[in-house]
């Protein structure tokens, strides 16, 4: 989705380390979404924020950290805490209310060294 | 969590034939939405469709929706290889205000052969 990007496209995390993660969007949008995916998996909400300076755990937060101080940004930190942080991390953004879909970044894979 | 089951987990057709998805889930529903994920990409979104709608159409798209089962299906028309990918729906049950927490099928992996 070209309003939505995503950096690094991938990301190699040392033991004890923490990782950040970029999700930077220019649709304006003021809904922002943290996933994760594993392997033949579906996706499991890790954070999501409504509005700046605000944001909610998902269903699997424990070892990540977000910040939403801008509109356009919403990154994710995975923290050495984390114990099992390999897979796909995708970042999405939802405008408007009501019945709007959400909108995809192209990922981040991030990978144990 | 996980409440949307697609069906089947994996569909392999030839190019040219039809594929049909389903989705059932277990909560009531604002809307549907149907995603498309290539390899190591992100989703896109292909069709919404809302809880008092029965089917929407787009492009070589065709979606159902039954809410009186709880399901829905997703036809692809004349596939094409460009379609080989993973479809995963997910459903907006009310009460999640403006956060709009979606909750996510597995996906169902197509491949489609020359």
């Known amino acids: 989705d070209g309003g939505i990007t995503q950096s690094p496209k991938y990301l190699f995390r040392k033991e004890g380390q923490n990782v950040t993660l970029s999700c930077e969007q220019n649709?304006?949008?003021?809904?922002m979404y943290w996933y994760r995916q594993d392997p033949g998996q579906g996706l499991r909400l890790i954070y999501y924020s409504q509005i700046v300076n605000d944001f909610q755990k998902g269903d699997i937060a424990e070892g990540y950290s977000v910040s939403r101080e801008k509109k356009e940004s919403f990154p994710l930190t995975v923290t050495s805490a984390q114990k099992n942080p390999t897979a796909f991390y995708l970042c999405?953004?939802?405008?408007?209310?009501?019945?709007?879909?959400?909108?995809f970044g192209d990922g981040t894979r991030l990978s144990i060294l | 969590s996980q409440q949307g089951e697609e069906d089947p987990q994996a569909l392999s057709i030839q190019e040219g034939e039809n594929a049909t998805m389903n989705c059932s889930y277990k909560t009531s529903i604002n809307n549907l939405q149907w995603y498309r994920q290539n390899s190591g990409r992100g989703l896109v979104h292909l069709i919404l469709?809302?809880?008092n709608e029965r089917e929407k159409h787009s492009g070589r798209l065709r979606v159902t929706l039954d809410t009186s089962k709880k399901s829905s299906s997703l036809l692809i028309t004349a596939s094409r290889a460009a379609d080989t990918a993973s479809y995963f729906c997910a459903t907006d049950p009310p009460g999640s205000g403006n956060n709009r927490k979606l909750i996510w099928g597995l996906g169902t992996s197509l491949a489609v052969n020359p």
């Open positions: 999405a953004t939802k405008g408007g209310s009501g019945n709007q879909p959400q909108h």
């Open positions: 469709i809302r809880s």
């Open positions: 649709l304006n949008h003021d809904a």
